[in-house]
């Protein structure tokens, strides 16, 4: 009798050792599966940003050629140089 009560005992210590080993198991496959997505979305919001920096170098090149300046300066703030007239024309409705 002595004997069965310590062969159940030890086959529920081994029981609760797999169990503990299972779930330890699942949680660390848990965290490896989030670590992974959270690098996914961390390239691709890199890589956003460096198409973002592409943009932000070409339009500062831009920013520093004289031509592109005036240019600016002439469409968005209609600005003229002295002796120059400004005609603002009305826009045409898509429907005339």
Do not use: C, H, W
């Not at 490896?32 to 592409?54: C, D, F, H």
């Amino acid at each position: 009798m002595i004997k069965s009560k310590i062969k159940t005992q030890t086959r529920l210590f081994y029981l609760g050792a797999v169990i503990i080993a299972l779930i330890v198991i699942v949680i660390y496959a848990y965290n490896v599966i989030a670590v992974e997505m959270y690098q996914s979305q961390v390239e691709t919001e890199n890589q956003q940003l460096l198409q973002q920096k592409i943009k932000l170098e070409e339009e500062l090149k831009n920013v520093r050629d004289p031509k592109y300046v005036e240019q600016q300066a002439r469409t968005q703030l209609r600005m003229i140089f002295p002796g120059e007239i400004l005609y603002i024309l009305p826009e045409k409705n898509k429907g005339e």
